[in-house]
């Protein structure tokens, strides 16, 4: 996310970054996956399942399912989120089809759980920096905003037709490994963003007005103001409470940073919220 006084620098990084993960992704896939005939999940699962009935490559298949899921994203989630996004889809069918398809084991499980963590990273460092990989990322976005329901069942419900055609199209074992590189990219990705959650930001700062104001400009959430003094210096400051979503939080670093750079901030896992809270 840009914000107001975002340098040519950070873009270049965020860009370098996704350059990076999708290189990632691409070499799980092409040394792990593919040979193994594992799935991965989302939009890449799909494009590998439809290379093996189709006489067209993966990357193809993958570039050309995300030119819809673009324009919906461009519509439905956000501009520059889903120029990033694309980018990665753009850049991941470019290595897909650069890198060689080489079997490196032929240990089913070694391959489904190393290219499950591989590509997980891949992924895992896009979000971080306010990307994503793509395709069914938009999707289940677009889905729980119109039925409010949570972003997870729907990946739950994608990945499991998934690896439900996966069973019944090819042999029940790759079905089977296609859980595992599942479960194992998901920890992966925890590990490094956790995406789709909540997460709350208490912020100490000398500077409330200034970056209440920096915030609301970038960010439409609500603040809660709260009067603090430093245990300390006895110095007068407030605390500024914010709930924002995981995909925010790269755009509220930035925000801070660039108004309070010697504000103190903590950030906590929400396990739920009641009331009203902005899904767009």
């Known amino acids: ?50 290379a093996e009935l189709l006489p ?22 956000g501009k520059l989120f889903t120029f990033y996004s694309f980018m990665h889809v753009a850049l991941q069918t470019f290595f897909l089809e650069v890198i060689p398809v080489q079997t490196l084991s032929e240990d089913i499980l070694l391959n489904g759980v190393f290219g499950g963590v591989i590509t997980a990273v891949g992924a895992g460092t896009a979000l971080k920096y306010g990307s994503s990989a793509g395709g069914l990322d938009i999707v289940a976005l677009v889905l729980a905003r119109v039925s409010d329901s949570p972003v997870g069942t729907y990946f739950m419900m994608m990945n499991g037709l998934i690896v439900l055609t996966a069973g019944l199209l090819f042999d029940w074992e790759s079905a089977l490994y296609t859980l595992v590189t599942l479960y ?78 010697n504000a103190f901030t903590n950030i906590v896992n929400t396990a739920g919220i009641f009331g009203l809270f902005r899904k767009d």
């Open 1 to 50: 996310m840009i914000t107001s006084n975002t340098t040519l620098f950070q873009e270049i990084q965020k860009v370098v970054v996704i350059i990076l993960g999708a290189f990632i992704m691409a070499i799980g896939l092409n040394l792990f996956l593919i040979p193994a005939n594992v799935f991965a999940s989302g939009a890449t699962g799909i494009a590998q399942i439809l």
């Open 56 to 77: 067209l490559s993966t990357g193809m298949l993958l570039f050309f399912i995300n030119i819809p899921i673009a324009v919906l994203g461009w519509m439905k989630v």
């Open 184 to 261: 194992v990219g998901s920890r992966v990705i925890d590990t490094i963003h956790t995406r789709h959650v909540k997460v709350t930001a208490f912020i100490v700062t000398k500077k409330p007005d200034e970056l209440r104001e920096a915030i609301h400009k970038n960010i439409t959430r609500g603040i809660t103001r709260m009067p603090a003094k430093g245990g300390f210096d006895a110095t007068d400051k407030e605390v500024l409470m914010i709930v924002i979503t995981r995909y925010e939080l790269f755009a509220l670093q930035q925000v801070i940073n660039e108004v309070d750079e």
